[in-house]
């Protein structure tokens, strides 16, 4: 029977953040099964043409949901590795929240794309005088901008977690 020798002790930041990773893969889990359930209704009838990269989107609605659920079985996976302290598992963790961090990015446009629809659609269905309709328009405009900036704090977020999972310390307690 092989011996394993424990240098140090488990470190509180790789357990806070594999149970972080259960926790959130396990919601994304369930949330990409009921997006996917709901997908048909989700998706109203729109009356005016889309702009290209919303109809797009649309279109491909389901790849993405497949792609989404795919991710987040490997956090789920990723996220017991890092419990078992296996080498593999935390440069897979690294790897995943990099991916985030780029999708957090491209996420910003599609946020763009879906507020620009859903405001553009809303005006043309309802009379509104002008200085309302500005008015309206710059409430979506406060909402990208906290999107916006949200978004960037969780990029330092998880770039703050990838610095964290690549320090020696952490190395060595996967050694």
């Not at 990409?32 to 729109?46: D, I, K």
């Not at 491909?60 to 792609?67: A, C, E």
């Not at 963790?93 to 620009?116: K, M, Y």
């Not at 553009?120 to 269905?125: E, I, K, M």
Request: glycine letters at 8%.
């Amino acid at each position: 029977m092989p011996q394993t020798f424990t240098v140090g002790s488990r470190s509180w930041f790789v357990n806070l953040t594999a149970w972080g990773f259960v926790v959130f893969g396990g919601a994304a889990c369930v949330l990409v099964v009921l997006q996917y359930a709901a997908l048909g209704s989700l998706v109203p009838a729109w009356g005016t043409p889309l702009p290209a990269a919303t109809a797009a989107l649309l279109s491909n609605l389901p790849w993405v949901l497949g792609v989404a659920g795919a991710l987040s079985l490997l956090v789920l996976v990723a996220a017991v590795g890092l419990l078992l302290r296996l080498e593999w598992a935390r440069r897979v963790a690294i790897g995943v929240l990099a991916l985030a961090i780029a999708a957090n990015l491209c996420g910003l446009w599609l946020q763009h794309e879906v507020v620009q629809a859903l405001v553009s659609r809303a005006a043309d269905l309802s009379v509104l005088p002008a200085a309302v309709r500005g008015l309206f328009d710059g409430f979506a405009f406060a909402a990208q901008g906290l999107a916006l900036l949200l978004t960037l704090a969780a990029c330092a977020l998880l770039a703050w977690m990838i610095r964290g999972l690549s320090s020696p310390a952490v190395r060595q307690e996967f050694a």
